[in-house]
């Protein structure tokens, strides 16, 4: 029964509300749409904590992304030793570095009262379930081994299966404990994202690759303001 | 030729009286509020010193403003690359303790102190933290401090003057000091705008105003570090960056900002300058020592039938082009040359020109007593006791000679006008120095009057807005009455 609770219903309710929250937050409350820096407040130990919590969660998500997307093209890589070893060391690395960095973060929070002073009870959220997520990472690396194999078989079913809207939970029911507390643990970030600051990194400013240095905006478009004709049309100009 | 219009200052340095009354109409307009309690958008500093916020002109430490890089030029300390690195901690972000923690003190127990033995006092507490602290430092922590060791010494602009000329300038006869008051100089190659990876912070073109969308910034921080004149500013408690607004809903209104004003030497000037912008990438990418000159040629005579044509052809109002012409801007820094930008050498064509001050007697001690007379009436330009040097490292990029020309020019105003009024000059002393400048005795006259006599309107030309017309383009008027207005549909209230 809670099996149906856990990896059907929260996988749903964290997946709707993921798209209609975030939707709803960015139209009408944009304001409060930041990575909230408290850099200005402590810059030393911030360097020591999100440096490698970012890199490492970062390298963490697109690896997940990757197996998830390209099963059989992991497995195939895996099928060499060395290169199994690699990928399993590589991705333990990045949850070291994401863990060693997130405890720096806490530490820093706890510590330095300007910095307690910007902490919301949404932050506490986030680094409690950061905290799990990565710990029982870890912890199925160490002790299932492999995972980046043996997912294959149980979890992209699943993923897919949650995507094509026919739940099959029959592979993941099996699973040990850690496992499961970790994808429980992962739909409910997924679905904290628009009540915490998650909200950061679905804005990532990937236009400010191809934009000029320059950015202008006109009022009205300059070389139309005297054509009085075009004065009640009502047609927005574009700024850009 | 691309005409724009861009709403340009003037601070006359010679008339700061360092009041700071600027700076607190600025404050209670603007930054009066929870997370800005350390901004000063206007700023007066003293110098020789090291300024707000700390050192801020030591690019070294901030990596503020551009390097020229090849044809072009690239962010010293931002940009796509380093800037979408960098975000998860920003290496040259200036921080608290470059400026200081905000302070308020604790009135009420002045009143709500129980009886006791001795007087109750109101201790100082943290405006971040609420906690009991010592303040270490403040804005205008080195306030008339010039000539100290902590502060002037420190300043970053004795470039190229040896140890004994800086001795020199600190020995107590010859000390000397002058301000600075800063606001954002709404740059035509603004590093902020470059630098910021969201697109939040953007130019008007319609007068050039420089602004942060808060709804766009997402506190990635990159404007903090590569504005060279540290005038972003991150809010600590909405997380969001902000700066001088050049006070824009005051401009669209016809009135001049807060801080002008209130300005009580009445050192500020505000008008339009037209300039080309085709030419920013190269003025803002050329040599050290002709980055002032090509400025000064992008700004353009809005007396000339072709500007006023191209312009007209770009979509500038009538109303903006005779603005232009009757600019008190124009006049200081183009027709008559007396007005300068601050570091030119950040590459950002700054738009807040500062006449130089003038500190023209020279003392000296002799037989043991302190002298100030000198063999001319004021004292020659050469020997003033700020060294040329100094001028030239704050206000040309290091050119003494455009220094000497400018000072020259005001020397002479100040003759002429002492021999109109007194009379009692040698006539070779009032016309060689004017004959040495070129300058006759109408300009001399017209500086003078723009310096000392000129009313409000004279020093203030604000073009009109015409935000009535901006808003029939934009929306039909009558589908949106009632809608359209200044300010926040949702609270500025920091996120989750
Ligand atoms: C997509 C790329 C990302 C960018 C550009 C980014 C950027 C940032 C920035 C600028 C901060 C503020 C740091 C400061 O205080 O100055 C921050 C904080 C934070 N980010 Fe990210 N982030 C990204 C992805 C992520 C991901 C994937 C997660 C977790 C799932 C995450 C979790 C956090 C947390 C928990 C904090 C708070 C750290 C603290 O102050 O203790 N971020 N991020
Ligand atoms: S002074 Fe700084 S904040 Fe102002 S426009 Fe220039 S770069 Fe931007
Ligand atoms: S109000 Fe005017 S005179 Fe006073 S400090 Fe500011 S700029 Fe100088």
Do not use: C
């Given at each position: 029964?809670?099996?149906?609770?856990?990896?059907?219903?929260?996988?749903?309710?964290?997946?709707?509300?993921?798209?209609?929250?975030?939707?709803?937050?960015?139209?009408?409350?944009?304001?409060?749409?930041s990575s909230l820096s408290s850099q200005f407040l402590e810059s030393r130990e911030l360097y020591y904590g999100s440096r490698p919590f970012h890199w490492g969660i970062i390298f963490l998500f697109f690896g997940h992304l990757v197996a998830f997307l390209f099963p059989a093209e992991v497995l195939l890589w895996n099928s060499v030793p060395v290169r199994l070893l690699i990928l399993e060391i590589a991705a333990f690395g990045f949850g070291i570095a994401a863990l060693v960095g997130l405890v720096i973060l806490v530490i820093r929070r706890l510590k330095n009262k300007r910095i307690r002073v910007v902490t919301s009870k949404m932050d506490v959220v986030v680094y409690v379930v950061l905290a799990v997520q990565i710990i029982t990472g870890l912890w199925i690396a160490l002790f299932f081994r492999w995972g980046s194999s043996w997912f294959a078989s149980t979890l992209t079913p699943y993923m897919r299966s949650i995507f094509l809207f026919n739940p099959d939970i029959a592979a993941v029911t099996n699973l040990p404990l850690f496992a499961k507390i970790h994808i429980v643990s992962a739909f409910t970030l997924i679905g904290l994202i628009p009540c915490t600051r998650f909200m950061h990194f679905l804005v990532y400013p990937f236009r400010y690759l191809w934009r000029s240095p320059l950015y202008v905006i006109w009022n009205w478009d300059r070389k139309q303001i005297r054509a009085t004709r075009n004065l009640y049309n009502g047609v927005k100009q574009k700024n850009t | 030729m691309d005409i724009r219009s861009q709403i340009a200052m003037v601070f006359h340095l010679d008339k700061c009286i360092g009041c700071h009354t600027c700076s607190i109409a600025c404050k209670n307009t603007w930054t009066n509020r929870k997370?800005?309690?350390?901004?000063?958008?206007?700023?007066?500093?003293?110098?020789?010193?090291?300024?707000?916020?700390?050192?801020?002109?030591?690019?070294?430490i901030y990596k503020g403003g551009w390097d020229k890089k090849g044809n072009s030029v690239r962010l010293k300390g931002a940009g796509k690359f380093k800037g979408l690195s960098t975000l998860f901690h920003n290496p040259n972000m200036a921080?608290?303790?470059?400026?200081?923690?905000?302070?308020?003190?604790?009135?009420e127990h002045l009143f709500e102190a129980k009886a006791g033995d001795d007087q109750p006092t109101a201790r100082p507490v943290s405006m971040i933290t609420g906690e009991p602290m010592t303040p270490k430092s403040g804005p205008n922590w080195d306030d008339d401090l010039s000539g100290s060791k902590e502060y002037a010494r420190k300043d970053v602009n004795f470039k190229g003057l040896s140890d004994a000329e800086q001795e020199a300038m600190f020995r107590l006869e010859r000390m000397t000091m002058h301000w600075l008051p800063r606001i954002c100089n709404h740059c035509l190659n603004p590093a902020c705008v470059a630098a910021c990876p969201s697109g939040a912070i953007y130019k008007r073109g319609?007068?050039?105003?420089?602004?942060?969308?808060?709804k766009k910034c997402r506190a990635w921080r990159m404007c903090v570090t590569a504005c060279p004149y540290k005038k972003v500013y991150y809010n600590w408690s909405t997380g969001k960056s902000e700066k001088c607004i050049l006070c824009y809903p005051r401009l669209e209104t016809g009135q001049i900002p807060a801080c002008m004003h209130t300005c009580v030497g009445r050192i500020r000037y505000l008008g339009v300058l037209l300039y080309d912008a085709d030419k920013i990438e190269s003025a803002a990418a050329c040599d050290d020592q002709d980055l002032l000159q090509n400025q000064m040629d992008i700004y353009l005579n809005p007396h000339d039938p072709e500007v006023i044509k191209?312009?007209?052809?770009?979509?500038?109002?009538?109303?903006?082009?005779?603005?232009?012409?009757?600019s008190p801007v124009y006049k200081f820094v183009k027709e008559w040359g007396v007005a300068l930008p601050l570091h030119p050498e950040f590459r950002t064509l700054p738009n807040l020109f500062y006449v130089p001050p003038l500190l023209p007697t020279m003392a000296f001690v002799e037989n043991e007593s302190y002298e100030t007379t000198s063999e001319s009436f004021w004292g020659a330009v050469e020997k003033s006791r700020l060294p040329m040097k100094y001028l030239a490292n704050l206000f040309s990029a290091g050119n003494e000679k455009v220094i000497e020309i400018v000072l020259k020019k005001l020397m002479a105003v100040r003759l002429h006008r002492r021999n109109e009024t007194v009379g009692d000059l040698p006539a070779g002393e009032v016309t060689d120095p004017m004959n040495e400048?070129?300058?006759?005795?109408e300009t001399a006259d017209a500086i003078f009057r723009l310096t000392s006599l000129a009313m409000h309107d004279e020093r203030f030309v604000i073009p009109p807005a015409h935000r009535e017309e901006a808003i029939e383009m934009i929306e039909n008027t009558a589908k949106v009455e009632g809608n359209t207005g200044f300010g926040f549909r949702e609270p500025p209230k920091r996120g989750l």
């Open positions: 029964m809670s099996d149906y609770f856990f990896f059907i219903g929260l996988p749903y309710a964290a997946l709707v509300v993921v798209i209609v929250g975030t939707l709803f937050r960015y139209l009408n409350f944009g304001f409060g749409v | 997370g800005a309690e350390y901004m000063w958008w206007n700023n007066v500093e003293t110098k020789p010193g090291t300024g707000y916020p700390h050192k801020w002109e030591d690019q070294n921080v608290l303790e470059d400026y200081y923690e905000p302070f308020t003190y604790r009135y319609e007068d050039g105003v420089v602004l942060i969308n808060q191209a312009a007209r052809k770009n979509g500038i109002a009538d109303s903006t082009i005779t603005s232009a012409q009757k400048v070129k300058m006759d005795k």
